[in-house]
């Protein structure tokens, strides 16, 4: 069975919500292509790992109620 794909095209959602090309390099000006999609978190940890870069998520903060009005 041959996967689905988004319909999507989230360079274009990000380019235009943040006027912000993620496929123009920084440093020449030039397009980067997409080599690979990565959707196993065991590889993702392994390149993480590899690369020297922390493989835990961020800490959530708790959560917090309301702001209460001055009144109150």
């Known amino acids: ?3 689905r794909t988004s319909g999507v095209d ?3 959602v990000l380019r235009r919500t943040f006027d ?3 496929f123009a390099c920084v440093r ?3 397009r ?3 080599l690979a999609y990565m959707k196993e978190a065991g590889g993702v940890r392994a390149i993480l790992k590899h690369l020297g870069l922390p493989t835990a998520g961020a800490r959530l903060a708790p959560a917090r ?3 209460q ?3 109150c």
């Open 65 to 67: 109620g309301p702001p």
């Open 20 to 22: 912000f090309d993620v």
């Open 32 to 34: 980067r292509r997409v």
């Open 28 to 30: 020449c000006g030039g």
């Open 1 to 3: 069975m041959k996967e």
């Open 10 to 12: 989230w360079a274009a």
């Open 69 to 71: 009005a001055s009144w």
